[in-house]
């Protein structure tokens, strides 16, 4: 018998996503059911090639449904979750609402698959921020072998980060420059269009913007909270994919060639890292695929066991959908949760 999944925020970049990805990985589902806001209610998204007419979330009964990946924003989720895991349906949120609840286990399964047997205690697992994601699929491998002290990261992120309107601004807004038509920005702070934008999520007391935080404190979390760790994260005028620039610093040495052996048998991880023209990997490239990419992999001079890398993916999938779904995998491989008997 298959599971029962419930896809909350359908309508949206990261709900169509990971309804695509269920379908593409074939995930033991018996029925898929789309749920958004009242006003979506009845419209249609895609699964697979069949069509799913959504739900009215607040109306919808969770008693006989098994998982719920919820991408309906935190205001939403603060609401829903608990309701819904009182129900007996598992919530993978992944908005930051609950990342930072101490009851709440926040996992990419590549890099801490056993801290989600402690999603019991309020039966929802939190996705992580999308440039943490690929962050820490590149970090833990080296982290296992070098232990890192200290890590630089400058993150270079694309406009779906911040929804289908920050799409639809990056594509107004340079067609508005090609045709002499005025510049209009609703979204972002400044011009996204032939521009960067420092700044993403709101600043905070010490100058960091919440972005940057978060960053820091779910890498602490999942990964080593003895890890010291500053962000700049940029807005850029690119789709999808996000991109980072990482400086790691290190205990233990290590070379540019153990790092890229190391990172070439880690689970997630794809090196491409050839020094020559072309021979990394941009967003482009990763737009669509699964893995994460690392490229342009050195020694630092400046730092005792320093080493620089690249590391680029699809922020809708690793770093939203697919990380989602591969949570609701890894519980099924755990033998965390087994489908509820349904009602003959």
């Not at 695509?20 to 898929?32: M, Y």
């Not at 340079?174 to 209009?184: K, S, Y």
């Not at 269009?193 to 999942?222: L, Q, R, Y």
Request: hydrophobic letters at 40%; charged letters at 25%; a negative charge.
């Amino acid at each position: 018998m298959g599971f029962k999944i419930a896809v909350a925020g359908a309508t949206g970049n990261v709900g169509r996503e990971m309804l695509n990805i269920l379908e593409e990985r074939g995930f033991p589902a018996d029925e898929i059911v789309a749920l958004a806001s009242r006003r979506s209610q009845g419209t249609e998204v895609s699964y697979g090639d069949r069509t799913l007419k959504v739900k009215d979330l607040a109306s919808y009964d969770f008693s006989d449904t098994d998982i719920c990946l919820m991408s309906a924003g935190g205001n939403v989720s603060k609401e829903w979750s608990p309701k819904i895991g009182k129900q007996g349906c598992v919530v993978i949120d992944n908005s930051s609402a609950w990342r930072y609840d101490a009851d709440v286990p926040l996992i990419v399964p590549e890099v801490n698959p056993d801290a989600i047997s402690q999603f019991t205690r309020r039966n929802i697992i939190a996705n992580p921020n999308c440039s943490t994601a690929q962050l820490v699929v590149a970090l833990k491998p080296l982290h296992d072998v070098a232990t890192i002290k200290r890590v630089v990261v400058s993150t270079y992120q694309s406009v779906s980060g911040a929804g289908k309107e920050g799409m639809d601004e990056l594509f107004t807004q340079t067609r508005a420059v090609f045709v002499a038509d005025p510049v209009q920005g609703k979204k972002f702070t400044k011009r996204i269009a032939f521009n960067v934008i420092p700044h993403i999520d709101v600043f905070m007391e010490d100058g960091s913007t919440k972005e940057e935080w978060k960053v820091m404190a779910e890498t602490k979390k999942m990964l080593d909270p003895k890890i010291k760790l500053t962000c700049t994260a940029v807005r850029v005028p690119v789709f999808i994919g996000h991109s980072e620039a990482v400086n790691i610093e290190f205990e233990k040495p290590i070379t540019a060639d153990e790092a890229r052996d190391i990172l070439r048998e880690a689970p997630g991880c794809q090196v491409i890292d050839k020094r020559e023209d072309g021979g990394y990997i941009t967003p482009v490239e990763s737009a669509g695929e699964d893995a994460t990419y690392i490229s342009r992999i050195r020694e630092d001079s400046t730092v005792e066991n320093g080493l620089n890398i690249w590391v680029v993916s699809d922020n809708l999938r690793k770093g939203a959908a697919l990380n989602a779904v591969q949570i609701a995998e890894l519980l099924i491989a755990k033998g965390l949760i087994h489908p509820k008997q349904k009602a003959a």
